[in-house]
């Protein structure tokens, strides 16, 4: 089954679902790959809102205002939440929330009947949802909710496949579409995008900037390991995971394993001592002095034989 072929009307028809790269990066992998490779991220791009990277104090506090518990705070504006974290704001935003608030059945059903899909109400109202989910109410909860689709064409699954960057995350998350795929005999179809079971490739290492993202006054950057052959979309799967905007230093093929570079590269600068998302712990603070000798380090790594090619 040749591969769902993706012309640049369906490129930026696909971009028009979503309202940042990120978001576009992390629901679409596979159109999104296909617009890198062909140099149309900024074509499809173009009519996506700018995500904001800046808070003052009174963002912060009127932001909070939103939500009844700093829970929910967390979960649905994380990066305001984060950043009210790393000014000492957190008491002042939160001042007017409630100190407790007790999701009954009754008030859980009503929550999610404001929503269509299990999708919408995790998205939307992530506190609601994950009290359902421990208390084993899902399926009470969202019995009015449409029933997603069961029949899949060859190409939906390939597209659904394509927001995914293992076989197991989407056997996870999409089990019907993976059985179906399976039982069609087109898992290596779906799957070809993806990283193998192993991990990645270990020949590429990436730094990229956490907009708005400051520790003891200096920038934070997030440093990582990748595969080459996915070019920009792990970076912004990570970005997404922990809900910072992201704009890339640099990103290159290196030689040997990029593990052993990373470790070099994580030596330098300050742990801003991030928590509760993959990758956490491979931030880095640093001065304009200590990102130049990073990119240094890459920069002497580089693969010249993939740059030749």
């Keep these: 089954?040749?591969?769902?072929?993706?012309?640049?009307?369906?490129l930026i028809a696909d971009a028009k679902r979503f309202e940042t790269r990120n978001e576009w990066c992390s629901g679409s992998r596979g159109a999104y790959a296909a617009a890198q490779r062909r140099g149309l991220l900024d074509v499809c791009c173009a009519g996506m809102r700018q995500v904001k990277t800046s808070w003052t104090d009174e963002d912060l506090i009127n932001?909070?205002?939103r939500f009844e518990t700093r829970n929910e705070w967390r979960l649905n504006s994380n990066r305001a939440y984060k950043t009210a974290i790393l000014r000492g704001l957190l008491e002042v935003c939160c001042a007017a929330m409630h100190n407790r608030f007790t999701w009954t059945t009754e008030a859980l059903i009503e929550d999610a009947s404001r929503f269509a899909t299990r999708?919408?109400?995790r998205r939307n109202s992530g506190g609601a949802y994950s009290v359902a989910k421990s208390r084993g109410l899902l399926g009470a909860c969202c019995a009015g909710m449409r029933q997603l689709r069961t029949d899949w064409t060859d190409e939906?699954?390939?597209?659904?496949?394509?927001?995914?960057?293992t076989r197991a995350d989407w056997r996870r998350d999409s089990p019907n579409a993976y059985s179906a795929a399976r039982l069609r005999n087109l898992l290596d179809a779906c799957c070809s995008h993806m990283e193998s079971a192993g991990g990645t490739d270990n020949d590429a290492v990436y730094i990229w900037k956490a907009i708005g993202q400051f520790y003891n006054?200096?920038?934070v950057y997030k440093i990582g390991v990748t595969s080459a052959r996915l070019g920009e979309i792990r970076v912004l799967q990570c970005a997404n995971e922990a809900d910072f905007d992201a704009e890339i230093v640099i990103l290159a093929n290196v030689n040997g394993k990029a593990t052993e570079v990373e470790?070099?590269?994580?030596a330098i600068g300050a742990d801003p001592k991030y928590a509760g998302f993959?990758?956490?712990s491979e931030f880095r603070a640093m001065t304009a002095a200590k990102l130049n000798r990073a990119i240094g380090i890459i920069?002497?790594?580089?693969n010249q034989q993939m740059l030749a090619a």
């Excluded at 659904?160 to 960057?165: I, M, P, V």
């Excluded at 470790?263 to 994580?266: C, D, G, M, T, V």
């Excluded at 920069?299 to 580089?302: L, Y």
């Design 299 to 302: 920069n002497s790594n580089i």
């Design 263 to 266: 470790k070099s590269l994580l």
């Design 156 to 165: 939906a699954l390939i597209a659904g496949a394509s927001r995914f960057t």
């Design 278 to 280: 993959n990758g956490a």
């Design 217 to 219: 006054g200096n920038q």
């Design 63 to 65: 932001d909070a205002s």
């Design 1 to 10: 089954m040749p591969a769902l072929k993706w012309t640049e009307e369906k």
């Design 119 to 121: 999708k919408e109400w």
